[in-house]
């Protein structure tokens, strides 16, 4: 079992950063997918970024189109967490964003999809006013 705990979000203006952290227990999470999906008010989950280990110390990273260029996605293994730092916020990134993370290794067209992750974090708000 693996949880999850978010941590990082707040209330920021448009066009500033935020960090958000994914603290992993219970077993290592390096050599597993481990990603960010954000839920807005009234929309459905979306798929933000996810970090794929694919050997040795290497890791791929995939993005959404909507944050693709101004998020990014990175680990650090000794802590057993994973971040995702937030640059160029707009108010539609408004979101609760949610860490997940498979009990399995994922295939490209696997890693964008929410049923494909097995732990969850319990969320964090982040909020941009324009």
């Known amino acids: 079992q693996v949880q999850l705990v978010e941590s990082g979000g707040g209330l920021v203006q448009a066009g500033d950063s935020l960090r958000l952290s994914c603290a992993a227990s219970g077993r290592t999470v390096s050599n597993l997918p481990v990603g960010w999906f954000r839920q807005a008010s009234g929309k459905e989950r979306e798929f933000v970024a996810t970090?794929?280990?694919?050997?040795?110390?290497?890791?791929?990273?995939y993005y959404g189109g909507s944050v693709k260029g101004r998020f990014t996605i990175s680990r650090d293994d000794s802590k057993n967490t994973v971040f995702l730092q937030m640059n160029m916020l707009k108010p539609e990134d408004t979101a609760v964003y949610y860490c997940a993370a498979s009990s399995r290794g994922l295939i490209q067209s696997s890693i964008s999809k929410s049923e494909n992750y097995d732990y969850w974090g319990q969320g964090t708000q982040v909020t941009v006013s324009s």
């Open positions: 970090s794929r280990w694919i050997g040795g110390y290497a890791y791929t990273q």
